[in-house]
């Protein structure tokens, strides 16, 4: 049990002293701690029993490591994919360590954690952006917890920014015209990717990682998707990988349109070399191209906006076009695109013009 005892006033330092012993019973490691005042001596013992009892004790010395110590302990021992984390290092490195690199572990507080979103918002991040950075933050701090390096993640106490999506401005999308001019622009190795886009309203790397015998009655199976991962202390790598929000070997059924299909002997996309063509090579060729012919600075994700928009406004359930574009939710297609729903907003028309007709 732990053993406050009372220097008296005599004594150098503080008067009130408590000693203690780790878990472990008598061979464990005895420590103690010196307060002002009794009630607090006491407190401090009552709280040390109880995280004993309750296989809650964190040891003082466990977070006395500086942040750019951890993280890197961290990172070498991270069970993740290779792209998550590249992701969180880029994160760590560029975003948080400048901050709080010098701090000790158990010095993070919660308020440090909402000084680096607020520090991120005014650089103009975007709340996408510092969400995902939120995500590589709370990670580490869960991972000091379950070794008991910290007895909170101060990410969990931080109260989080505002994460909104916003809906998507049909206006604002490339017509047909454009499509087809981006579409030869970028080149004939390209070409059907961005016709698959636009056509089967798919993720970049999911167009680039189709292959011929994915075509099939009337829709494409989506089983890959391209990406570029720099492997931990090695280079950067192509490969293909199990889809977004999916585990490897799951797979979607896209409708295909005949015009589309016809483009089957084309895939996969590969260089005379035999080489992947990759997510970044795309944008960055898509840009080329946006330049090329003076249009207005659409993305590649705009394709996937447009046949979103397409679908909906012409009466397809939110709920398949939810399904059929991989999202992890329906509440996140309802975000981006409820406004588009062609059935409710015909409904609400119709009945709010019968019953309120002047």
């Given at each position: 049990?732990?053993?406050?005892?009372?220097?008296?006033?005599?004594s150098?330092?503080?008067r009130?002293?408590?000693?203690?012993?780790?878990?472990?019973?008598r061979?464990?490691r005895?420590?103690e701690?010196?307060?002002d005042?009794?009630?607090d001596a006491?407190?401090f013992?009552?709280?040390?029993e109880?995280?004993k009892?309750?296989?809650?004790?964190?040891d003082?010395?466990?977070g006395r490591?500086?942040m750019?110590a951890f993280?890197?302990?961290w990172l070498?021992?991270?069970?993740?994919?290779?792209g998550?984390w590249?992701?969180?290092?880029?994160?760590?490195?560029?975003?948080?360590?400048?901050?709080m690199?010098?701090?000790?572990?158990?010095q993070v507080?919660?308020?440090?954690?909402?000084?680096?979103?607020?520090?991120?918002r005014?650089?103009?991040?975007?709340?996408n952006t510092i969400?995902?950075?939120r995500?590589a933050?709370s990670?580490a701090?869960?991972?000091a917890v379950r070794?008991k390096?910290?007895?909170t993640?101060p990410?969990?106490e931080a109260?989080a920014?505002e994460?909104?999506?916003a809906?998507v401005?049909e206006?604002?999308?490339?017509?047909?015209?454009e499509?087809c001019?981006?579409?030869a622009?970028i080149g004939?190795?390209?070409?059907?990717?961005v016709?698959l886009?636009?056509?089967?309203?798919?993720?970049?790397?999911?167009?680039?990682?189709?292959?011929?015998?994915?075509?099939?009655?009337?829709?494409?199976?989506?089983?890959?998707?391209?990406?570029?991962t720099?492997a931990?202390?090695g280079?950067?790598?192509?490969?293909?990988a199990p889809l977004k929000?999916?585990?490897?070997?799951e797979?979607?059924?896209?409708?295909l349109p005949?015009?589309?299909?016809?483009?089957a002997?084309?895939f996969?996309l590969?260089?005379a070399?035999g080489?992947?063509p990759?997510?970044?090579?795309f944008?960055?060729?898509w840009?080329r191209?946006?330049e090329r012919?003076?249009m207005?600075?659409?993305?590649p994700?705009?394709?996937r906006?447009?046949?979103a928009?397409?679908t909906?406004?012409n009466g397809?359930?939110?709920h398949?076009?939810?399904?059929?574009?991989?999202?992890?939710s329906?509440k996140?297609?309802a975000?981006?695109?409820?406004?588009?729903t062609?059935?409710?907003r015909e409904?609400?028309r119709?009945?709010?013009?019968?019953?309120?007709?002047?």
């Open positions: 049990m732990a053993k406050i005892v009372d220097k008296g006033t005599d150098p330092g503080k009130w002293l408590v000693r203690y012993r780790e878990p472990g019973g061979s464990a005895q420590r701690k010196s307060f005042r009794k009630r006491f407190d013992a009552t709280k040390v109880h995280d009892r309750t296989s809650a004790y964190i003082p010395d466990a490591v500086s750019r993280i890197g302990e070498d021992s991270a069970s993740v994919t290779d998550t590249e992701s969180y290092e880029r994160i760590w490195r560029l975003h948080a360590l400048p901050s690199g010098r701090k000790l572990l158990s507080a919660a308020s440090d954690v909402e000084k680096l979103y607020a520090l991120w005014s650089q103009g991040a975007e709340p969400e995902a950075r995500i933050l990670s701090f869960t991972h070794h390096r910290i007895a993640n990410v969990q109260k920014p994460h909104h999506t809906p401005d206006r604002a999308l490339p017509n047909v015209e499509i001019a981006l579409a622009e004939p190795r390209l070409e059907p990717a016709w886009m636009a056509s089967c309203g798919l993720r970049i790397g999911e167009a680039l990682g189709v292959h011929e015998d994915d075509f099939a009655n009337e829709s494409v199976r989506l089983r890959r998707q391209v990406v570029r720099k931990r202390g280079p950067y790598i192509v490969r293909y929000h999916r585990k490897e070997g797979w979607r059924d896209v409708p005949d015009s589309v299909a016809a483009l002997p084309r996969p590969l260089s070399t080489t992947i990759y997510p970044d090579l944008r960055r060729s840009k191209a946006i012919l003076g207005r600075s659409y993305t994700h705009d394709l906006h447009k046949w928009t397409v909906l406004t397809v359930s939110l398949e076009v939810s399904r059929w574009l991989g999202h992890s329906i996140v297609t975000d981006r695109y409820g406004h588009l062609q059935d409710g409904r609400c119709q009945g709010v013009g019968t019953a309120c007709a002047p």
